[in-house]
């Protein structure tokens, strides 16, 4: 993700954007939407000038990551960029996002044969 954001000079969300209080006014602030509003904000700010990606690390929830794998989060966050892109609201692309997120939470809960069984003799 490191490489993505320098390379195309698009960080997400849970890569910590700073900003300014002027800049973050000036760009409009977060947009009202239930996904994407940092992809938005982002591509807000490119139109402004070149963004500075600052060689430090900060620590985020990796909860989807490791949850969804890196290749299906990868996967499932292009999806959303794509669909974002072709005009897809962000009420719809939160919806696929909570689905997946309650498939993977299923995938992990323990089946009836793995919880142990208790009878009276």
């Given amino acids: 993700m490191d490489r993505r954001s320098r390379w195309l000079g698009l960080p997400y969300g849970d890569q910590a954007i700073f900003l300014g209080t002027e800049t973050f006014r000036a760009v409009g602030g977060y947009p009202e939407v239930d996904a994407m509003e940092d992809f938005a904000m982002i591509r807000r700010l490119r139109k402004m000038g070149r963004i500075a990606i600052v060689p430090e690390s900060v620590t985020t929830s990796a909860r989807r990551w490791l949850s969804g794998g890196v290749w299906r989060t990868t996967l499932m966050n292009q999806v959303c960029v794509w ?4 005009g897809v609201s962000g009420t719809r692309i939160a919806s696929w996002r909570r689905a997946a997120a ?3 939470t299923k995938a992990l ?3 009836p044969a793995a919880v142990p069984q208790y009878h009276r003799a």
């Avoid at 669909?83 to 072709?86: D, I, N, T, Y």
Wanted: hydrophobic share 40%.
């Fill in 83 to 86: 669909a974002w892109l072709a």
């Fill in 102 to 104: 309650r498939r993977r």
């Fill in 109 to 111: 809960r323990p089946g």
